[in-house]
């Protein structure tokens, strides 16, 4: 070892003793007879001293170090005169009696401290300067927990980590797949797997009972801002199980992750069906760290000669605890918010709930003082509360008041990052009307069960088939899903031919799945996990990139190894692929 210690470990108790230790030049301060060095690695930062009268030479070698060289030093530790109560090493300093300089560096391009100046770009092509700063250094230190304690549960669980193959066939998850061209059969592309899907069903075929694994998924979407084309899973499936069985194992693991990596105990996870969470908080991956659900107000708001009211399908109300000190300026803003394309709403309503027990709204003409107060009841308002209101078809209506809620909750600070909050939600619509290809989608994927008493509805009213699915949601945030999944070879033919696969374009993407169910396959259930979401918000982060260590940026670049890029000619020719320039 080059080292006796690191840079995070030494204290008080370290006092006298002779140490070597190997990291970057942090800081050099120069204050002319001493020479003060912060010597950083991934464990700490520890602080060097060179007095001038003692060893010039030395000192003056010190003095010329710049910032991020690496170097290694020989020296005693001694006690600090003026303490740093802020980090663990700082009430020692060591007196350095030797210096090697064991490699120099150029000026980095940013500031390697946990606040840099560095934007989002220079920081992703230098990813690895980015990485020495402690906040992404922690996410990747956290991330390697997470990972280690899932598989500790999961193998005490009895859980057996299978490799699936990355060179496979499409499997169909809704989104494009990437391709590989196949070199050896002309002509012929791979696709990387969207998720180990099938092949985990596989796995309950061969008998492996309980599988996992940590698995990287490629999708190749447009990205989001919390998108990323290469993604992590925690891939689970079990053989026979019912959905009870995957709820409680699951919880058990999430809560087993925020007890060990958190210190916090989580109480039974509450659950819900799709229909409520719509109806409520007007999403199925609701925040219910804070209140504000949503009120019904058909009933009391409409046959008031108010138009845009008595012409809606639907009038829905969220109160906003203390809301009536907003401004006007402020509700004007949140009238503007709700207008803006991505909420697309046509205008908002409010109420104040006046301290006196008055009511001042925007409705005022229509609605008599009784008649806010029949609204204020119906929210459960109290003096010194908003009433918002938004009206129009039920769909879009729900969706623009589940953001507009995000958004207030956004403002008034109640996404609280220490607070976890997870939710199963259940019970999720089998079929999903796609208005861009005119027929329906599975939901989840094909593979997904639908509810036993809902299979005759197929024919006749297939949007109200429901399906044995369930999302784990977490402050928001939509971080595992699953279901249980058709073993019966029939069912499968079924939904294929709901989906809109004929029969020979189903023999040709899946047969080997229905011919696996033909001998033998076990009644069985999964769910996944998004790893790198999971880690962000157990790191109290909802942007997943910075628990990556090499993410690619928003149009799906890595800047740094400049990729994707074009390849030769001579690679081209040999996978047969033309391209036009
Ligand atoms: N394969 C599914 C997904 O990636 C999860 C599952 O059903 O287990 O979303």
């Not at 991934?42 to 060893?55: A, H």
Request: glycine letters at 6%; charged letters at 30%.
């Amino acid at each position: 070892m080059l080292r006796t210690n690191t840079c995070g470990e030494l204290n008080i108790t370290n006092v006298s003793e002779e140490v070597t230790l190997c990291g970057w030049v942090q800081k050099n301060r120069d204050l002319g007879g001493m020479t003060f060095i912060d010597l950083r690695d991934r464990y700490g930062v520890t602080q060097l001293t060179f007095d001038m009268m003692k060893n010039s030479r030395l000192c003056k070698k010190a003095r010329e170090l710049g910032r991020e060289y690496v170097i290694q030093v020989k020296g005693k530790v001694i006690e600090r005169s003026s303490k740093n109560k802020n980090i663990p090493t700082g009430e020692i300093e060591i007196n350095v009696l030797d210096l090697t300089v064991l490699n120099t560096s150029r000026i980095p391009p940013f500031t390697i401290e946990n606040n840099t100046d560095g934007g989002d770009e220079l920081r992703m092509k230098y990813r690895y300067l980015d990485i020495r700063r402690n906040p992404i250094k922690e996410n990747l230190i956290l991330r390697s927990k997470v990972s280690s304690e899932t598989r500790k549960y999961l193998d005490d669980k009895g859980f057996c980590e299978v490799e699936t193959p990355y060179l496979i066939k499409s499997t169909p998850e809704g989104a494009r797949d990437f391709v590989v061209p196949s070199r050896m059969n002309e002509g012929q592309f791979y696709a990387l797997p969207q998720s180990p899907q099938t092949f985990k069903q596989l796995l309950m075929v061969a008998g492996m009972d309980k599988y996992y694994q940590i698995v990287k998924c490629f999708r190749d979407e447009d990205l989001r801002a919390d998108r990323q084309p290469e993604f992590t899973q925690i891939d689970c499936e079990m053989s026979f199980v019912t959905q009870e069985d995957i709820l409680n194992m699951f919880e058990g693991l999430i809560r087993h992750l925020l007890k060990e990596i958190k210190g916090i105990e989580l109480n039974k996870f509450p659950r819900m069906t799709y229909d409520e969470a719509m109806k409520i908080y007007g999403s199925d991956k609701p925040d219910i760290r804070f209140g504000m659900k949503f009120v019904e107000m058909n009933e009391i708001c409409k046959h008031n000669n108010f138009v845009v009211f008595d012409n809606s399908e639907t009038v829905i109300a969220i109160n906003v605890k203390g809301g009536a000190s907003f401004t006007r300026k402020e509700i004007d803003k949140l009238t503007d918010f709700v207008k803006t394309p991505q909420i697309g709403a046509k205008g908002l309503v409010y109420c104040k709930c006046n301290e006196d027990g008055t009511f001042k709204s925007s409705v005022d003409k229509f609605f008599s003082q009784e008649k806010l107060n029949n609204w204020a009841d119906k929210c459960k308002s109290s003096p010194g509360d908003l009433i918002l209101i938004l009206s129009g078809k039920i769909d879009e209506t729900r969706k623009s008041l589940s953001k507009l809620r995000l958004h207030l909750a956004e403002k008034l600070k109640l996404r609280n990052s220490d607070e976890f909050a997870p939710l199963w939600v259940l019970d999720f619509p089998l079929l999903e009307w796609d208005e861009d290809t005119n027929r329906y989608h599975a939901m989840h994927h094909p593979f997904t069960s639908p509810k036993e008493h809902d299979i005759e509805k197929l024919d006749t009213d297939p949007k109200s088939v429901r399906a044995n699915a369930y999302d784990l949601v977490l402050n928001g945030n939509e971080i595992g899903g699953g279901s249980v999944r058709i073993h019966n070879q029939k069912i499968q033919k079924l939904m294929f031919k709901h989906l809109g696969f004929s029969e020979r374009e189903a023999q040709e993407q899946f047969g080997f799945l229905m011919e696996a169910f033909e001998y033998g396959a076990p009644p069985h259930a999964g769910i996944a996990f998004g790893f790198d979401r999971l880690c962000a918000i157990i790191g109290g982060q909802e942007n997943i990139r910075d628990f990556i260590a090499f993410p690619k940026n928003n149009s799906g670049r890595d800047v740094m190894i400049e990729s994707p890029s074009s390849i030769e000619k001579e690679i081209l020719d040999e996978l047969n692929i033309k391209i036009k320039i």
